[in-house]
């Protein structure tokens, strides 16, 4: 059976989730199938956080945010992984908007990698269409936030 909670208990343990994901990786995996299930968990949690979030998920967010713009990670070879980051930084930017999550230098990156991303559409079949095809759906949302 099937129990959901109440939606002011989800937003109380939010904050927690959301920091856990984001200690859990001082160090980030030597293996690409870690590194993607992280990301996957990672962009699952981030799905559910509302724009404006509370202070405490915000600052909740601070150590993924760190993460997902090491160079390590964003000059990642796995193709996978080159699919799940975008998927992570679009929700951070959509979390984050009107605001940027990063400094101008660092969206510049962030923006590369999530274009770079678009590759996946070429292949209907994989799993990487779908996340490509989510992070290129909330594309115009953002702009039409942003005044764009």
């Known amino acids: 059976m099937v129990t959901f909670k109440p939606a002011w208990l989800w937003e109380q343990e ?39 979030p509370s202070k405490s998920i915000q600052d909740a967010l601070v150590p993924i945010k760190g ?5 390590v990670l964003i000059d990642q070879a796995d ?3 080159q699919i799940s980051l975008p998927l992570c930084l679009s929700e951070l930017i959509r979390i984050t908007t009107p605001n940027l999550p990063f400094e101008d230098e660092l969206m510049k990156k962030v923006f590369r990698v999530i274009v770079s991303s678009f590759e996946a559409l070429l292949d209907s079949d994989g799993k990487s269409y779908h996340e490509t095809r989510c992070i290129l759906e909330s594309c115009p949302k953002l702009s039409l936030m942003w005044g764009c």
């Open 79 to 81: 193709f996978d992984v």
């Open 67 to 71: 993460i997902m713009i090491l160079e």
């Open 14 to 52: 939010l904050p927690t989730q959301v920091l856990h994901f984001g200690t859990q990786l001082l160090t980030l995996p030597s293996s690409s199938n870690d590194l993607i299930g992280w990301l996957d968990k990672v962009g699952g949690l981030l799905s559910q956080v509302y724009q404006n």
